[in-house]
């Protein structure tokens, strides 16, 4: 037998067995039913995950010290990556996220990661708790710049700089970033020098186009949320949390914190989530 045919023979009889197989957290192909999209039984077959969002000129690391806690107390946790590219098709990218979930979902976003869960979990029935972290929680119609402008106290806007990046077509898209110089009394203050300066190097530049979309859904309106305040944020004023919390009913905590609460004060942050997750079933 021609030896690179009884190679072949054999690799493609392994990854026949192979597909056959039963491996934890990842879907089989099975005809009719797309791989990674968990179907009705899965989803009640399992307790419910935690998919935490970041914001912008952030990361998902922005969220270790709270995924630390929640994995210790034996929860389901997910942090994926934020474009950061615009509210529609950031909020597109996450609901694609939630669809290959399975088993319920408590939903929780920090910063503009408030306006792109808001806007995901519409109409998504696996969200069963919205848990918004110092962040934006737009009606439909409203961008995350104006209900910054909503309230006085914003210093972002001194603090950032913008900076060019290639466009598909050719153009040119403005993204902002925080001054490195700037980033620790701007984002973080009160974190560790050390912490707040990896922070700064990785941090990721959102489009000026995300952050002056308006929303086009509000999943608020229907979905149960709870609200943690950054007593001391400065990117999105206090005032302008508070009022954002009680237009949408949020049960509301207020935290004397920075805007990078979930870094700075990761105790009260899951906490919140805590109770969040106890209200699902």
């Given amino acids: ?16 067995g192979a597909t056959a197989l039963a491996v934890p957290g990842v879907a089989s192909a099975v005809p009719g039913r797309a791989v990674g999209r968990p179907d009705d039984a899965d989803r009640r077959a399992v307790g419910p995950t935690v998919v935490l969002i970041h914001g912008a000129f952030a990361d998902a690391s922005s ?3 709270v ?25 597109g990218y996450i609901r694609s996220v939630l669809d290959s979930v399975p088993g319920p979902v408590v939903l929780v976003g920090h910063s503009y990661g408030g306006a792109v869960i808001s806007q995901a979990a519409a109409d998504a029935p696996q969200v069963k ?14 961008s995350a710049l104006e209900l ?34 700037l980033f620790r009394d701007q984002f973080a203050a009160g974190v560790p020098v050390a912490t707040a300066q990896v922070m700064a190097a990785g941090q990721r530049p959102v489009t000026l186009g995300a952050l002056q979309e308006k929303a086009t859904a509000a999943a608020w309106k229907k979905i149960p949320s ?31 914190a920075p805007h990078a609460v979930a870094v ?16 699902v079933g």
């Avoid at 037998?1 to 990854?15: E, F, G, K, N, P």
């Avoid at 950054?230 to 935290?255: C, F, K, L, S, Y």
């Fill in 1 to 16: 037998m021609d030896s690179s045919i009884s190679r072949r023979t054999v690799a493609v009889s392994l990854l026949a």
């Fill in 63 to 65: 969220w270790n010290a």
């Fill in 67 to 91: 995924t630390a806690r929640l994995l210790r107390q034996g929860h389901r946790v997910l942090a994926p990556a934020l474009p950061l590219r615009g509210l529609a098709s950031d909020a």
């Fill in 129 to 142: 708790a919205l848990v918004y972290i110092a962040a934006f929680v737009p009606e439909i119609g409203e």
């Fill in 148 to 181: 910054t402008d909503r309230y006085p106290g914003s210093t972002l806007g001194q603090a950032t700089s913008i900076q060019l990046y290639p466009l598909p077509d050719g153009g040119e898209g403005q993204e902002l970033v925080i001054r490195r110089d």
């Fill in 226 to 256: 709870w609200y943690l305040v950054a007593g001391q944020d400065r990117n999105i004023p206090p005032a302008a949390e508070r009022w954002m919390a009680a237009r949408a009913g949020a049960r509301t905590v207020t935290v004397d």
């Fill in 264 to 279: 700075s004060d990761p105790k009260p942050v899951t906490d919140l989530i805590l109770r969040a997750l106890r209200t």
